[in-house]
Every structure is written in C-alpha cells, then in structure tokens.
C-alpha cells in the first residue's frame, strides 16, 4: 500500500484528491496548509506528496524547496496539483524540487499515473 502525503487549502480539491487516491488503495494523509508539511513528511515518511501551490501562509513553492533541503525528505517526489499550468509555472516548479506539475481541473487517471513514479 502506497502512502501519499496530499496538501491543498480547498476542502473540495482534499475530498476529490482523497478519493481518488483511496480508491487506488493508497494510505492517505491529509494536511490544509504548507506550514506543516515537513514536519507531516517527516512523521509519515509518505511515498509522494501531492501539493497545491497557491495556499495562504506558506505557498506550495516554498513547502516545496523545504521538502527538497531537508535529508530526512528530499527523496519523497513531490508533484505540484494548481490551477497554475503555464510553460513557466512548470519550469519554476521543477526548479523549486518538484518532480511534475498536474493543472486543475484533472481527471482521475493523470493521479493515478504519478503514482507509477513510486
């Protein structure tokens, strides 16, 4: 059973993310903001993380770059989830860490193929 971290301040965009996720028989762990999500990845050690990018406090961008630095999390894929899905937007959150960027609105399958990375 995979374990996935999945971060997103929209109640809706956490319960359609769950879903799919659960349904695919993965272990789930939910958090609403950026300004827990290292210390989250490092309690559950999750096999990828899910994460949007506009969020108030702090940003996907930057719960990102603290994924990556920390030793204990820098091997966790993180794959951006954001209405955000412009050519730079891409280029700046592969060069924040992230592995892929998936622009809302998405379907089920393109979830459920990053999961293939882990």
């Not at 894929?77 to 899905?85: E, L, N, Q, R, T």
Request: charged share 25%.
């Amino acid at each position: 059973m995979k374990k996935v971290l999945i971060c997103d301040d929209s109640p809706t965009e956490l319960i359609y993310l769950s879903s799919i996720l659960e349904q695919a028989q993965c272990d789930v762990i939910k958090s609403s903001d950026g300004d827990n999500l290292l210390a989250l990845a490092k309690q559950h050690k999750p096999d990828i993380i899910f994460l949007d990018i506009v969020m108030p406090g702090k940003d996907g961008y930057a719960a990102c770059r603290d994924i990556i630095a920390d030793t204990e999390t820098c091997q966790i894929p993180v794959i951006f989830v954001s209405s955000k899905g412009k050519r730079a937007d891409r280029i700046w959150a592969q060069m924040q860490g992230a592995k892929d960027l998936i622009q809302k609105p998405y379907d089920s399958q393109a979830i459920l193929d990053k999961l293939l990375l882990v």
